[in-house]
């Protein structure tokens, strides 16, 4: 899916009447539409579980069986799917019907191509609002605060105000900067910034795949493409037609994938795995990464070629700690926000909270501010947030044990908290042994990976490394 004026569907054509699977293949083949065609409900049932269509059009007689029977089997394949309804005579009673049975128009005989245009149009239309609605939806959810992107910082308004400059262009973006800077805030910034605003903008975090799922997840997959594909899925590229595709961590894409990145960003050309056909799509790649990348580069591990594409624009986010300007500002903004989220009646920071927050060095940056102020919210009895409850104070043991209860009894867990809520470090265990035996124990507490190293206080890639690393 594209722009308004050129948007490319996958469309099925149902039709006993080998002429009209022709004429409507002819009119939507030169509009650049995607068409397959089906002879029989059967014929149409099995091209719907084996690809993904965005519209079909269906014949209301097909043979022996009926195409108003055919609407809800497909739509059950494909709810997503808008089906039109082909008649030999418009009668109000098969319009109704059709629409009952979740049809979403309905077309006359003699096809005219024109009618078939205005119609695909206004479909097209209707599937890009949908996913804008579903990327909206997806944002809500998340419920986090709205990023502060103002700045008392000299070197972070240039950072802002060059991303909101390149924004206007197509340009490939690499932004850089420490883990928990605002990469990812600053990649959304740039594609509301650009003319791609209304359509989709979707993330790809590279090191939290595996080669093969990433491949899928990036490009799209065929039913039995590998063990467990029991069906055709679009990928992200395929999702995000039109908009921004954010590719975290880039440093840690495959080998395997990197050539096909690199394909796609030539040419926008791109192969769903197990399909051997050639797609084009239109998406903006920005990118972002916490390694140096001219490193991997020299061990081999990144391709130069890639790089050199990716990096036509490179923006480099300051850690916290080189913008003292700004701590207080977000700290303010964090402390309204979940305030509010918590129903936490919160009039300030204690003066020795505010003394912390800023000599604090902030090293997990503003990701780690942002946790340390919710954490200290939903704690917090009183009408200012006490430094207690901020970490390194004498009670924040406590304040982790409270935010992360750990069932007892797994050996692990009795080690690592002791009854004052303080930490009781069994003798002859290694630092990095603690960490595997914490982190293994945070996993199965928690439902989500994403939930997971928010408790650590960790990214999420952070996470996935640390995984690899302890084999968890
Ligand atoms: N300027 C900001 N204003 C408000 N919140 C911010 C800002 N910058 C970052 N955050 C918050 O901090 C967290 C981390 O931000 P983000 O994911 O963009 O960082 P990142 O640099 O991409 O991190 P990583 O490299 O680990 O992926 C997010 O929850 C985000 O909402």
């Not at 960003?265 to 769903?272: A, L, S, W």
């Not at 940056?365 to 919210?377: C, F, G, L, P, S």
């Not at 507490?445 to 928010?454: G, I, Y």
Request: proline share 6%.
């Amino acid at each position: 899916m594209a722009d308004s004026g050129t948007t490319r569907l996958e469309i099925l054509v149902v039709d006993d009447d080998e002429s009209v699977r022709e004429v409507l293949a002819l009119c939507l083949e030169r509009d650049d539409h995607g068409v397959t065609l089906a002879a029989s409900a059967d014929e149409a049932m099995a091209r719907v579980r084996e690809g993904l269509y965005d519209m079909a059009f269906v014949d209301l007689r097909l043979g022996a069986d009926s195409g108003l029977d055919l609407i809800p089997r497909l739509l059950g394949q494909a709810p997503w799917m808008k089906v039109v309804l082909i008649t030999a005579h418009s009668s109000v009673e098969t319009a109704v019907e059709a629409m009952r049975k979740g049809a979403a128009d309905y077309l006359t005989k003699p096809v005219d191509p024109h009618v078939v245009r205005v119609l695909v149009e206004r479909m097209a239309s209707i599937r890009r609002l949908e996913r804008k609605v579903e990327a909206l939806e997806d944002q809500v959810g998340r419920a986090s605060p709205r990023p502060m992107l103002e700045s008392r910082n000299p070197a972070m308004r240039r950072v802002v105000e060059m991303a909101r400059r390149v924004a206007k262009s197509d340009a490939l973006v690499l932004i850089r900067g420490e883990s928990g800077t605002g990469k990812g805030v600053l990649a959304k910034e740039i594609h509301a910034a650009s003319e791609r605003a209304q359509a989709p903008f979707s993330v790809i975090n590279c090191p939290s795949l595996s080669a093969e799922l990433l491949q899928s997840e990036l490009f799209g997959h065929v039913k039995g493409a590998f063990t467990g594909a029991v069906k055709t899925q679009a990928g992200k590229i395929d999702l995000t037609e039109g908009g921004t595709l954010f590719l975290d961590e880039i440093g840690d894409l495959p080998g395997s994938i990197q050539p096909k990145l690199l394909r796609f960003i030539q040419d926008r050309e791109y192969e769903r795995v197990g399909d051997p056909q050639p797609r084009k799509a239109d998406v903006r790649i920005v990118s972002a990464t916490n390694r140096d990348l001219e490193e991997a580069v020299e061990e081999g591990e990144f391709r130069e070629d890639l790089l050199y594409r990716l990096n036509v624009i490179e923006l480099t986010v300051p850690p916290l700690r080189a913008r003292p300007e700004d701590v207080e500002d977000l700290a303010r903004r964090f402390l309204r926000f979940f305030a509010h989220k918590y129903n936490q009646s919160l009039s300030d920071f204690s003066p020795s909270a505010w003394h912390w927050i800023r000599s604090h060095p902030w090293p997990g940056n503003v990701r780690e501010m942002q946790n340390a102020v919710e954490r200290a919210v939903i704690l917090c009895t009183t009408r200012e947030v006490p430094r207690e409850l901020f970490p390194d104070s004498e009670s924040a043991p406590a304040v982790r044990a409270a935010t992360a209860p750990v069932a007892a009894g797994n050996g692990v867990g009795a080690a690592v908290t002791s009854e004052a809520g303080a930490p009781a470090v069994p003798a002859g265990v290694s630092l990095e042994e603690m960490e595997r035996q914490y982190i293994e124990r945070v996993l199965q507490d928690c439902d989500t990976l994403e939930a997971a190293a928010d408790m650590l206080g960790i990214a999420p890639s952070t996470l996935w490394r640390k995984r690899r690393k302890y084999d968890l």
